[in-house]
């Protein structure tokens, strides 16, 4: 259910927003969508390729994966959001620290995720998840 969870949230958060949005701003909504339990805006923030690898890849419509989303949900608590690089239209690297709670399936986590997110019809769209580390507990 973990696993499903991370993928659900790297497909979701490869996203983008509207034309004055930078790429920080469009991960910061993607989780803000995720936490607000918005999965349809979630899934919409990222790209084409990224929804069409997502559905291929689980096997699942967007509906079902949405649902999937609704089942095994837990909050995410953005602890820190930076560029790393880019800022062309082309290709911008953004770094997210994560922390999950502890639930009954999986122990307290916090992450730390690399996305390159693209522009879209003038929109930040998440495109890859390019690294996930977890991060030691304190």
Known sequence: MRKFLFISIFFILLAGCSNSMTAKEAIEKNYEHYNNKNFAAYFDMQSERLQEEMVKTTKMSREELILGWKKSWIPAEVIKIETESGGTDEGTIVTATIHYPST???????????????????????????????????
Do not use: C, H, R, Y
């Not at 122990?107 to 495109?127: A, H, Q, S, Y």
């Open 104 to 138: 009954l399936l999986s122990p307290e986590t916090t992450t730390k995720t690399t996305f390159e997110l693209i522009k879209e019809n003038g929109e930040w769209k998440v495109d890859e998840i390019l690294k996930t580390e977890t991060l030691a507990m304190q």
